[in-house]
């Protein structure tokens, strides 16, 4: 959570969350090779974590969590049926089936709490089994 805090006091950078899963389970839901062709966006979920930053004019822009999903369909009203709202006071900018979901996190809300969402509504939109296992790669910008 470390390298969270720091990002967010820089305002610089990313991080991207994967989890873990077992390869057979991935070979056996994306093969095919119309799956290029699907409206859905890929199967193991991707979320994206992006710190708040300054404007050229001091303003605040809010983090950001982005989240990449299997489920084929757009995912706010989705989660929102299995129980994990996007919070109030949250915008979601995009909710896109392929593209997927972008959500604007207020200032005052913390890494630890919008990590939390993220990552569980990331296995809540998988359509695969995940080990429990998460890994993240640091893109300090």
């Known amino acids: 959570m470390t390298i969270l805090v720091e990002m967010a006091e820089t305002g610089k950078g990313w991080v991207n ?13 994306g093969s095919g090779a119309f799956s290029l062709f699907s409206g859905r966006g890929p199967v193991v979920p991707l979320g994206t974590w992006t710190p708040g930053s300054v404007t050229r004019r001091g303003r605040r822009e809010p983090v950001m969590l982005g989240l ?27 909710d896109h089936v392929r593209k997927g979901l972008v959500v604007a996190v207020p200032g005052d809300v913390g890494a630890d709490v919008a990590l939390a969402w993220l990552l569980r509504a990331a296995r809540l939109l998988s359509t695969i089994p995940l080990t429990g296992g998460w890994r993240a790669a640091v893109y300090p910008g």
């Open 17 to 29: 969350f994967e989890p873990a899963v077992q390869v057979e389970d991935v070979a056996a839901e």
């Open 68 to 94: 990449q999903h299997p489920a084929g369909s757009k995912a706010k009203p989705l989660l929102t049926e299995l129980g994990h709202e996007v919070p109030e006071g949250w915008v979601v900018v995009q």
